[in-house]
């Protein structure tokens, strides 16, 4: 096996993010997965204040330091080792010791979907004054790879530091045990490994740290207490443990670690606080002009088992995806360091295809919208199972911690549709496995797996949260989402760009409902490639195969529906924190549309009986809705059929267009405008057999257009300083609704949305990852209750995904129609 990451490819991945124009107050740097999370605490601020942070708060040490070996001069880059420096933060001067502590300059930060980078410049030293500035860039990538599942289940990251200046300089990284254990006194252990390679570097060396004492599938602080983390460097870089303050202010006299490895373990985490260093020297002084190097270290965080799962099987121990291809520690680490510069580039791809279509939709701070909210989304997940069973298993991060949360994925699943809807149908897998096996005894869909990730037991005594029309309206919706994803007669139409790549051989003739990853091929020289997802007669037979299997759950929540969705009961819908309503207008429209949904699923089965009966049902009560749910005067929707004088965000308006059920959106061919998103094919997607509501000629929507023009309006009356209140309770917004409510909108309503949600970004008092419930006005801080780092932000994705589910130019002609209107 040879080492061939180019310098070239090295240097280029640092220039590969676009300016950045929005300033959170929190940016992603190693999110992977709910275990492997960290972030940069004070993003508006240099890094250098505080310590980096897992998702829930905790602090993580994680420092890096850089030391011009001419001057003796120690700049802190990351993290607070500086403290470890020098006792009197006003006292800069440490000269007994033999060293200066100085402050760069930071530049800031920018990011796209999978990368964070911070740059930096160091003054030349005196004598030098000719000499530009040194400047220094971290970049933190964790790819999102929608073309290769392999790559996307691996949990490791990359972080590569690049230097480029006309003098010397050392660089220093360390982590702590605090990325293994939420309790500080807990006891860690560690080693040092190295692997050699021939090839242009020589090996690799890895510091590998975990507790004593591993308690598996438990947590403190939400962090794992089971798993080990490694940290891997090429072989010459200099290595070192030991007490924290002993290695920083040893690097700050000499430049250099001692390759020596601390002899006192097993101990606490907060004993003298071990650190686990390496250093690197950069000789950049050469005669013919400045110097560029760099390094690429990387950070995993593995576990032998991910979750307790209550499957088919009874209670299974279930092992992580990629212990499918790597037998080892050692061949995950090794393939993952040597894989950069092909996850690099199918990221780089990725994060460059979301830019184009997110600046399409029409506000140049969508793009960053969006590129936050990947990494977030997706730092959620655990993908475990094998190729022959893919699953994808959830947290409900921050809000309670549940697991396989149905109105959690819900509103993530824009996200999943936009980039990859087999990552979609590996997250509804456990729902339908555990409920088909008769594990779960309501007749509504189960609200979650389990009380608190990872353990994923169940509800065997059906007291899960009681949420019984909203979760069997997000399956039903959810479900046929899925099913037309599979659904395109060609590439340009597919409901992602990436489904289409990979081998198209059709093995759906199999016997057997799973999407399988066992047919793993190559692309532009890329290996480990899925096969495409779907397509044509292919795609037909494996949406009908998947369907028929679980068919029994979709009629059976759908007889719920019938029965209790056209007035719903005092119950909670997914805005659990506002409390139980009953007749909720939004709840109800759900459920209405779950009804119809089904009866899309009947006739692709050919089921037509059961097709016209829930399609003449959902007709009925939509009618009712109509009378019930909306204002006297026509102007908005209550909150509750019943609230007079009330209003609400009508999310669920997205779902009605999602589905391809409302023509004036979808079907609307004969629009003369320029479609406001990226083009798309002329053949787009269609019904899944023929609809007698919807024929040429005489095409009908399902929601009258005039309500989507109504709320629109009713819209641009009710935004606040940062953006749309849920409804009229509260001036607090939830940021996934906002997102399904603009995609609906008018170009008009939709931006300024844009703009508001834009503004609170910038704004915030918010404090830590994305939060997707914060107030609209005063300093757009956290309502109470508070969340943040949660996957719903993959709601963001609502345009992008509504862009691409039907036909070209619905986008264009829902915004033109409502607009002229």
Known sequence: MRLTISAALLA????????????????????????????????????????????????????????????????????????????????YIAREKGYSISYPKYKGAQYDASTTNLTYALPAPEGLSDVEDLNITLSFLS??????????????????????????????????????SGFPDSQIEWTLSQQKYAGPVEGLKTWTVKRKDQIIFAEERDQAEWGQLH???????????????????????????????????????????????????????????????????????????????????????????????????????????????????????????????AYASGSDTYVDIVALSARQTLGATSFSGTPEDPLLFLKEISSNGNSQTVDVIFPAFPFFLYTNPRWAAYLLEPLLEHQLKGLYPNK????????????????ADGRDEYMPVEECGDMLIMGLALVSSLKYESDQVAQSI??????????????????????????????????????RDKGVKQAKKWLKRSYPLWKQWTGYLVEFAKEPANQLCTDDFAG???????????????????????????????????????????????MRGISVDGSHAKLAYDWYGSWTTLYSLYSDALLCFHPSITNNASSKNTSFFTAASQDGQQHLSPDPDIQPGKA??????????????????????????????????????????????????????????????????????????????????????????????????????????????????????????
């Not at 051989?505 to 190559?522: A, E, K, M, Q, V």
């Not at 109800?588 to 089904?598: D, E, T, V």
């Not at 003449?616 to 809705?625: A, C, G, Q, T």
């Open 12 to 91: 280029s991945a640092a220039t590969v993010v676009t300016a950045s124009s929005l300033t959170p107050p929190v940016l992603p740097l190693i999110v992977r997965n709910p275990y492997l999370s960290t972030w940069l605490d004070n993003a508006r601020e240099e890094p250098w204040k505080k310590w980096p942070m897992f998702w829930y708060g905790t602090e993580l040490g994680f420092s890096v330091l850089a030391h011009l070996p001419d001057t003796h001069e120690v700049f802190p880059l990351l993290g607070r080792p500086q403290d470890s420096l020098n006792s009197n933060e006003r006292d």
């Open 143 to 180: 790819p999102v790879t929608p073309t290769s599942t392999l790559r996307q289940s691996l949990p490791a990251t990359y972080v590569t530091v690049y230097v480029e200046g006309s003098f010397d300089v050392n660089i220093y990284m360390d982590v702590n045990g605090q990325w293994v």
């Open 231 to 357: 940290f891997t460097a090429p072989e010459n870089v200099r290595h070192e443990s030991g007490p924290s303050e002993s290695l920083r202010q040893r690097f700050a006299r000499t430049g250099t670690l001692q390759n020596e490895i601390d002899p006192y373990f097993p101990r606490a985490i907060n004993k003298y606080e071990p650190v686990f260093a390496f250093s690197k020297s950069f000789e950049l002084a050469r005669s013919d002009g400045p110097g560029n190097e760099s390094i690429l270290f990387t950070i995993s965080h593995v576990q032998d088992e991910v979750t307790q799962f209550a499957s088919e099987r009874g209670l299974t121990r279930m092992l992580p995806l990629w212990k499918s291809w790597f037998h080892s520690e050692e061949d995950l680490l090794s393939f993952h360091y040597l894989d950069f510069s092909n996850a690099h580039t199918l990221a780089a791809n990725y994060s460059e295809q979301l830019r184009i279509d």
């Open 444 to 459: 509504y869909s189960m609200h979650d797996l389990g009380s608190h990730f990872p353990n994923l037991t169940g509800h």
């Open 498 to 535: 990436w489904s289409t790549i990979g081998s198209t051989d059709d093995d759906s003739d199999r016997n057997d409902h799973r999407f399988t990853l066992t047919n793993l091929g190559t692309h532009d020289g890329v290996g480990f490639i899925d096969n495409s997802w779907g397509g």
């Open 580 to 626: 139980w309503l009953p007749l909720q207008t939004n709840l109800a429209l759900k459920g209405i549309i779950g009804i119809k949904a089904f009866s899309e699923l009947a006739s692709l089965l050919g089921l037509t009986d059961d097709a016209d009966e829930h399609r003449k049902i959902s007709e009925e009560y939509i009618d009712h809705w109509r």
């Open 700 to 821: 009908r929507d399902f929601i009258p257009h005039e309500i989507y023009i109504n709320q629109s309006i009713w819209y641009s009356y009710s935004l606040q300083k940062y953006g749309l209140p849920l409804d009229s309770r509260h001036l607090y917004a939830k940021s996934d609704w906002e997102f399904y409510a603009a995609a609906v909108a008018s170009s008009d309503v939709r931006k300024a949305i844009l703009d508001r949600v834009a503004k609170w970004v910038n704004e915030t008092a918010t404090d830590r990852p994305f939060s997707d419930l914060y107030n609209t006005e005063q300093d757009g801080g956290f309502p109470n209750p508070y969340f943040f780092a949660r996957p719903v932000v993959g709601g963001h994705f609502a345009f992008l995904a509504l862009e691409r589910a039907c036909k070209e130019g619905e986008g264009q002609a829902m915004v033109d129609s409502i607009d002229e209107l």
